[in-house]
């Protein structure tokens, strides 16, 4: 239960930066991406994560603002009934899951207005735009690591802020660095050996291909 407690609210991400240059005219328009690096900075405090990727994309609809909160990029789709009414965890029906912070949130804002109990959601994939999958490892074989399991509840997906400020369509490529944080890594992870892939995804909804990091231990990809 300890750990349940110290890891899931300890997680988080940051974009560290971007940079683009001017490219072809003929990249794609799905965003096509490949790995770069991964390197794990040690603190006293949190520890990080660092994923560099290489991209390019022949529109440059690429990242999402702090306002891109409305269909088809809102956080969250409330469950309702046959008579539209929203699912409350009080009348939930026996298909609903107990009780968990990815499912169920309490006192959400519904229409600009505060609903005072425990409502039914699902999750909204398309408001990230980069989505990040950890496997481990274990006997020769590497599964997934789900970060949106018991007992951590949360994910590793996130944003990353516009490239382009305008809405013009233009070429290009660079460098996207992902910081991911968390108090936990060494104590959950030790001397596995791990696996990150990860996909980006541009506003047009259009997802890259996947890309992998080579298999590391923390202490290899350590940041001397």
Same mark, same amino acid.
């Given at each position: ?11 988080g991400f940051a974009l560290l930066g971007y940079s683009c240059i001017s ?22 405090? $949190?520890?990080? +994560?660092? +994923? ?49 912070? !990815? ?8 229409? /600009? ?10 999750? /909204?994939?398309? $408001? ?12 020769? &074989? ?5 970060? $949106? ?20 369509? &233009? ?16 104590? !959950? ?30 202490? &290899? !990809?350590?940041?001397?």
């Amino acid at each position: 239960m300890r750990l349940k407690n110290y890891s899931y609210l300890l997680f988080g991400f940051a974009l560290l930066g971007y940079s683009c240059i001017s490219p072809p005219e003929n990249f794609p328009s799905t965003p096509e991406i490949e790995f770069s690096s991964l390197e794990y900075v040690g603190t006293s405090g $949190q520890d990080s +994560l660092l +994923l560099t990727l290489n991209f390019k994309d022949a529109e440059g609809d690429l990242g999402l603002a702090a306002t891109d909160i409305n269909p088809p990029f809102n956080p969250l789709n409330y469950k309702r009934d046959a008579a539209n009414n929203l699912i409350t965890y009080g009348k939930r029906p026996s298909n609903a899951p107990n009780y968990n912070p !990815i499912d169920w949130v309490i006192d959400p804002i519904v229409n /600009n207005i505060i609903v005072k109990d425990t409502i039914w959601v699902e999750k /909204n994939e398309n $408001q990230y735009n980069i989505f990040i999958r950890f496997f481990i490892k274990r006997n020769g &074989q590497f599964s997934e690591f789900r970060w $949106q399991d018991p007992p951590f509840y949360t994910t590793f997906n996130g944003r990353f802020p516009r490239i382009l400020t305008t809405e013009i369509g &233009q070429a290009v490529e660079g460098k996207i660095t992902y910081r991911m944080l968390s108090s936990g890594w060494e104590s !959950i992870f030790r001397t596995d050996t791990l696996r990150i892939d990860v996909q980006i995804q541009d506003r047009a909804l259009n997802r890259s291909n996947e890309v992998s990091s080579p298999p590391v231990t923390l202490r &290899q !990809i350590t940041r001397k």
